[in-house]
Each structure stands twice: as C-alpha cells, then as structure tokens.
C-alpha cells in the first residue's frame, strides 16, 4: 500500500522526530536525497548549470542546502531569491560553496524549484507566479522540492499558476496532494526521501493500492468453487437507444471473472448482448421489473439505461434488493432526482465522473474538478454509500476510511464507453463478496491497468479494455516486483 499524509499531519511528525535530533539534522537529510536525485538527472555534476528558486521557508532552505552541495561538486549554481527573507544559514552556506545570487533565469540544465511546500496556501503570490511561468517555459529539468509550488499538498488543489515537474522530490512521506488530480499532474515522477519520518506517522490521509494488495484482495477460484460462489452478477444497463453499454458492462464483468452474468433488458441490447456474449444469461424484459431475473449476489444498474420513468422503475427495484448494488451512469440522474432511494440496508457503489458526481450533490461541476478529494468525501459522507469518482486519477471515499487512490491508467482512457466496462468489472468484485471499498478501489487498478495494456501508447476502444483485464489479472504477479508505477 502507497500511503500519503495532509501537510498538518507530516509537520506534526516531523515535529516529534525533530524533537529526538540535532537541530538541522532534517533539513540535511533533506538536502542530501535531494542532492543525489539533482547529480543522477545531470549525470555529470561538475560544470552543469543549476538554477535555484528560494522562497522565504525552509523550502527555500532544502534548495540552498542541495544548491551548496552541487556547488561542492563543481556545478555553476545561481539562486534567484524570491521571498521578502531568506533562510539565512542555508543562504550563508550556499554562497560559502561558490553559488551565485542572480535576478534572471538564464539558461539553466536544471531547475531546483525550492519556492513554497508545505507550508503554502491559496494561489501563488507574486512574484512567484510570475518566476513560476517564466521558469516552465525554460528547456531545463524541473526538480521540485516536496511539492511543485501552486499544488496544495493536502489537497491536490491548483488554484492558480504551479511548477511542472518533472521530478519531485518529497521529504519523509508522500503527500496527498501529489496523488489527486489536478496536483498530481504536476509531479512528474516522485521520488520520496526517507527521513526518519516513519515511526511517527499517523494513520494515512489517502492510500493507494498497488499490485501486491490487489493480488491479495482479488478472489481466485479453487477446487470446491463452483459459478454461483464465485458470484453471479445481473446487469440492469442498455436500452433500445444505448444497446452498447449493455455490450460493454457484460463484458467487463465476464472479464473479470463473473462466475455467471444475468443480463436484463429490453429487445434490442438483449439482442446485442446474446450476439456478442453467449456466456451471458438474458431475461428479456417487457415491463420494468428484474422479478423474473432470478438470483443475483450483486447488481449493476445505469449505464445506458435512460432516465425516464421506465428506468426510474428498473433502477428502484434493484435498489430494493437485499444484494450490494453498483449504480453507475443514468442510474445516479435518477437517485439524483430520487435520493430517497439510496436508503437502503445493503451497501452501495455509486461510479460517478464529476459531472455526474455535481448533479448528486448540488455542487457545480468545475468546483467538483477542482477540488476531487473534498467531494468525494461530501458525498461519501452525505449520501452514506461508497464513492468511486472516475478521471484522470480515480478516487474511492467511505465515509471514516482513507480515500483510496487509483494509480493505474491512462489517459486514452478518455473514450466513450470505458466507464461501462468499469462498471462490469466493479460488479463482478461485489458479487464474488469483496467490500464496495475493496471492489472499487480493485476495479479501478484493473481497469486501469487494462486501459495501458490495450493502449500501450496508442488509441483504444472500450471493448479492447474489457479484452485487457485477464491480461491485467494475468499481470498482477510481474506487476506487484517492479512496484505498478503510473504511466
Ligand atoms: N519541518 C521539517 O522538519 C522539515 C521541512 N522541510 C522542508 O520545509 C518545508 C516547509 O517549510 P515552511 O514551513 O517554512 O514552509 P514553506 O512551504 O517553505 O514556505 C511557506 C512560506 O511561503 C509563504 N507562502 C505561503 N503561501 C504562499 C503563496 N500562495 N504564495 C507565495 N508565498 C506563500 C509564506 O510566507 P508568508 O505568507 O508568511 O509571508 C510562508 O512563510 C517543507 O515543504 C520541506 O521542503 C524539510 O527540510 C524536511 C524537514
Ligand atoms: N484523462 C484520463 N486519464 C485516465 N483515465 C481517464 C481519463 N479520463 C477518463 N478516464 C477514465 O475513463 C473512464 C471513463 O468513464 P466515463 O466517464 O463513465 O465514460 P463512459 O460513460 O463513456 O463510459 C473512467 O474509468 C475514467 O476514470
Ligand atoms: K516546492
């Protein structure tokens, strides 16, 4: 498990292992990993040219500290001091090395951006906006200090301009906001220094499954298995207009190893669904009922299903079943309209994209983007079900845990219809007995796996990710030794 911290709980951590050191011992620590990554992405240390930005904190300091050690190693190291002060003994050591004060950018190789880190708040102030804009715009490197300054650490949040890492290297233990979206498109790859920090975290803000966990939580069949233990899953999804998202959301539940799929719908998905997956039990629906479906250990409802009252009938009578129900798509307009229907005693998995997240909640769309992680806890919270909200990094909140963050992914993902295979996949985990929080946060790493898998660096269909995920499965093991990067 990848696990990440608010900057309030790193900094009381840091403040009782600082208590057990030396005055400084941490910022040196600090200096020394940042140092190494710096002399690594140069490759030759001596001659290169570094350019420092130094705010007024200690992020400035973390910057001086590594800006004397490459001087000591014969790189020509400038510093442009940003703040209305400077942290004077890493300034006193830095100019001792041979490092230079300068006003311009230059043409550095390397950025080290040492401007704010945990300790910033709201949008970057000037004149570190305008540093910040000029110094992405240089060819150079770009190295972050703890966080590339303008991403909130707890939060993720981008409020206005912010530094376009290539590297960041974060000190003691990643932060949350390096994993949420938009922040963590800013981080580039992260490298995380250890500090001593460990021993006096507290339980995470945000984790992260990796490979490993997945492999542990993923159910695998046995000698007594048989398809009804392994879970059987009805998909109420598809409608004479939307035949593909029932195509699409079987799919992925056979995919994912379904011991049987019960599909319910109206002629025309059922008609799709029998062409494309003979493996798939169908009931032909003439009235909006799943009584006739038969027994079912969880159900998918939504995607492609309408919002008219047809659906909003369909959609009430799974709600009504006593098995946990995955509600994606058209089904969260419709509990939107009816919340009343998520009271219920079995759990639920509700898989909004914000927009469809914005509806539920009454928040606007562009407000729910910025801030990911406050509203799928809201929600979580509000509306007492689990929460998967889809995007570029894919978050599952339940109220009191963690909120887990998906790492895998791509962004070919972005095409119609992926949603609905997640949706499928999501099912099968729920009918094969997992948690909604385990089933989801497991969905979203396979689909997420399978989406590079089909991708592998160029378009790809919604069918090819269902196609993915044994592959994903299959890729588990391999996966799991060399740590289930992000691409
Ligand atoms: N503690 C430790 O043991 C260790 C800490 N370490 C390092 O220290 C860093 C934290 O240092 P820190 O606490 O000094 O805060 P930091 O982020 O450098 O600067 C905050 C200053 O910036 C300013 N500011 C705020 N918002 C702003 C904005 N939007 N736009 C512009 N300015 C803004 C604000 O100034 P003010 O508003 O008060 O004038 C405030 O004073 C941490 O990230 C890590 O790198 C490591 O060495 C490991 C050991
Ligand atoms: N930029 C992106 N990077 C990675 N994954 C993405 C990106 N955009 C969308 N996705 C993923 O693609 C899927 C899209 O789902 P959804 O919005 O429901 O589409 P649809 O309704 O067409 O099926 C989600 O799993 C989401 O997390
Ligand atoms: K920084």
Redesign the pocket.
């Known amino acids: 498990m990848r696990t990440a911290y608010t900057a309030d709980q790193i900094r009381a951590a840091e403040l009782a292992l600082m208590a057990t050191l030396p005055e400084g011992t941490l910022m040196q620590r600090a200096a020394a990993g940042l140092t190494s990554v710096c002399a690594s992405l140069l490759g030759r240390v001596y001659g290169s040219r570094v350019l420092l930005l130094v705010g007024r904190g200690d992020n400035g300091g973390d910057a001086l500290y590594a800006g004397e050690r490459l001087a000591r190693r014969g790189a020509r190291v400038e510093a442009i001091l940003a703040g209305s002060k400077t942290h004077a003994e890493g300034l006193a050591a830095f100019l001792e090395a041979g490092g230079r004060v300068v006003e311009e950018v230059g043409a550095p190789e390397l950025v080290v951006d040492g401007l704010v880190g945990i300790g910033a708040s709201g949008a970057l102030r000037e004149p570190y906006a305008s540093l910040v804009a000029e110094a992405n715009a240089v060819d150079a490197l770009m190295v972050a200090v703890d966080v590339p300054s303008g991403v909130d650490s707890s939060t993720g949040r981008v409020a206005g301009v912010a530094v376009d890492a290539h590297v960041t290297v974060t000190m003691g233990a990643c932060k949350t906001g390096l994993l949420v979206d938009p922040g963590a498109a800013k981080v580039g790859l992260l490298e995380v220094i250890d500090i001593g920090l460990g021993p006096y975290l507290p339980d995470p803000d945000v984790a992260a499954l990796t490979a490993e966990d997945v492999e542990g939580l993923l159910p695998r069949p046995g000698a007594e298995s048989d398809k009804y233990r392994r879970g059987v899953i009805g998909i109420a999804a598809g409608s004479d207009r939307y035949t593909g998202?029932a195509v699409?959301s079987v799919g992925g539940a056979l995919r994912a190893g379904a011991g049987m799929v019960r599909y319910a719908g109206t002629a025309p998905p059922v008609q799709q669904v029998r062409a494309r997956w003979p493996e798939a039990v169908v009931t032909e629906l003439d009235h909006p009922s799943i009584a006739g479906v038969g027994r079912v250990q969880a159900w998918v409802a939504g995607?492609g299903l309408g919002t008219g009252d047809w659906a909003h009938e369909l959609v009430a009578g799974v709600l009504a079943t006593d098995v946990p129900v995955l509600l994606?798509?058209d089904a969260l307009t419709i509990v939107s309209r009816d919340r009343g229907l998520l009271r219920r005693a079995a759990p639920v998995l509700i898989?909004?994209?914000a927009g469809?997240l914005s509806r539920l909640i009454g928040v606007p769309g562009d407000r729910v983007e910025a801030s990911r992680l406050e509203h799928a806890r809201r929600a979580a919270a509000e509306l007492g079900v689990t929460v998967l909200l889809?995007?570029?990094?894919?978050l599952i909140a339940e109220d009191e845990r963690p909120v887990r963050v998906?790492l895998t992914?791509?962004?070919?993902?972005?095409?119609?219809?992926?949603?609905?295979?997640?949706?499928g996949v999501g099912g099968a985990l729920l009918a094969a007995g997992l948690t909604p929080y385990d089933a989801g946060s497991c969905a979203?790493f396979l689909?997420?796996l399978a989406?590079r898998i089909a991708s592998d660096g160029a378009p790809l269909a919604?069918a090819d990710v269902a196609d993915a995920v044994p592959s994903a499965i299959r890729s588990l093991r391999g996966e799991s030794r060399s740590g289930g990067r992000r691409s």
Do not use: R, Y
């Open positions: 998202a699409l995607p994606d798509a898989t909004p994209h469809e889809k995007g570029s990094t894919t998906n992914g791509s962004s070919w993902l972005a095409t119609g219809g992926t949603g609905d295979v997640l949706s979203a689909h997420g989406g919604a």
